[in-house]
């Protein structure tokens, strides 16, 4: 089954809402990314969290290492901010990440 | 951010052809990694590299691929005989190879094999 399992699969928010999204995988991860990826495609890293708190910007993650989740969370979405967010984990080093199908997210003003 | 640079970003291709593409990764950056991007957001690892040499691929990647990542030239990766099925996001992505780090994507390649 899919290791790496993101949810909502889609989100709406209207511009200065909050957003939660989450992560959940089935292995032991030693890296942990939240990627954005734009509608044309290119892939930007958002935040490196194995495991703790780590924020940038209006962006939170926080991953519990040993219930194998993670979560972003968006503070005061933007018009901006839509697009795709995919988690992945790194847990086996040789073939890199392993990605979810991502959350689509719509911010409309 | 990334500093990865993949080219072509767009590339149509009948089938048969063959379809190249190009990827520059990151100064100091010795592992690259190849992934493909299907339209359902699946992502397949596809080969990676430590320097000059393969450290994996998949089975598909060695039958029908071919792949380098020559020195001070940049990597590429080309599909001998294109099929409608290879219609994908292509992604490059470096780092370091000291333990388990970021991975830094280029913009990929966007094939269309009509």
């Known amino acids: 089954g899919q290791q790496v399992q993101q949810s909502p699969a889609s989100l709406v928010l209207q511009e200065g809402e909050n957003a939660e999204l989450q992560c959940n995988f089935s292995?032991?991860?030693?890296?942990l990314q939240w990627f954005y990826q734009s509608p044309g495609g290119s892939l930007v890293s958002l935040l490196s969290?194995?495991?703790g708190t780590k924020h940038t910007g209006r962006l939170t993650s926080t991953t519990v290492t040993k219930e194998r989740r993670s979560s972003l969370h968006i503070s005061s979405s933007q018009t901006t901010d839509s697009g795709t967010y995919l988690c992945?984990?790194?847990?086996?080093?040789?073939?890199?990440?392993?990605f979810g199908l991502g959350t689509r997210v719509s911010v409309f003003p | 951010n990334s500093k990865v640079i993949q080219t072509p970003r767009y590339l149509v291709k009948g089938q048969g052809q063959k379809a190249k593409m190009r990827c520059i990764p990151e100064?100091?950056?010795?592992?690259v990694f190849w992934y493909q991007q299907n339209k359902n957001n699946e992502f397949k690892f596809l080969i990676n590299?430590?320097?000059?040499?393969?450290?994996?691929q998949i089975d598909m990647t060695e039958k029908r691929f071919s792949a380098e990542c020559p020195s001070n030239s940049p990597c590429s990766l080309e599909i001998q005989s294109s099929e409608a099925g290879d219609s994908a996001l292509y992604l490059c992505?470096?780092?370091?190879?000291?333990?388990?780090?970021?991975?830094?994507f280029g913009s990929g390649t966007r094939l269309t094999v009509l």
């Open positions: 292995s032991t991860a030693t890296q």
């Open positions: 100064k100091g950056h010795p592992v």
């Open positions: 992945a984990i790194d847990n086996n080093y040789a073939q890199g990440l392993t």
């Open positions: 590299f430590q320097n000059q040499e393969v450290l994996q």
């Open positions: 992505a470096s780092r370091t190879g000291r333990g388990a780090e970021t991975l830094y």
């Open positions: 969290n194995p495991s």
